[in-house]
């Protein structure tokens, strides 16, 4: 690549309107990551752990100085259906949200969907009696 070419690769807004193919090796499971197989044009976090690095403060500007990693900590549906990751900065904590790829490893998404469910904020013992004080008749037929 010569000095022109990458001058103009790191113009400010070049990663928004310019496809990044870069292969990259996860800082958290090691696994090398291509852009091949993304279903996008941008690949912005490990298909295997779902991690990410802390690059952009909006998408595809690569102006955070940050570099922490960010940690897949929940997902969230878009108003069309479509799956978003939620990622939280190990370093400075700040939150993004990126959208699921084509080739996600589709476990890791649905144990951090079910991981509220699963550890809920009171004792599952309880939710008779809970159900009760709401009202309701808090007896589960059997």
Not at 26 to 35: D, L, N, Q
Not at 45 to 61: K, Q, V, W
Request: aromatic share 4%.
């Amino acid at each position: 690549m010569n000095r022109k070419n990458k001058r103009i690769q790191y113009q400010q807004g070049y990663y928004k309107t310019h496809p990044c193919g870069d292969s990259f090796t996860c800082k958290v499971c090691g696994r090398p990551v291509s852009a091949v197989g993304a279903g996008s044009s941008h690949r912005n976090h490990c298909p295997n752990c779902l991690a990410s690095l802390h690059l952009d403060i909006e998408p595809g500007d690569r102006e955070a100085g940050c570099g922490g990693i960010m940690d897949a900590i929940g997902v969230w549906v878009r108003q069309k259906g479509e799956w978003a990751i939620i990622h939280r900065c190990r370093r400075c904590g700040a939150l993004s949200s990126n959208r699921v790829a084509a080739d996600d490893n589709p476990m890791k998404m649905m144990s951090i969907a079910m991981r509220p469910l699963t550890n809920p904020p009171f004792p599952l013992e309880r939710i008779e009696e809970m159900t009760a004080l709401m009202g309701g008749a808090g007896e589960i037929p059997r």
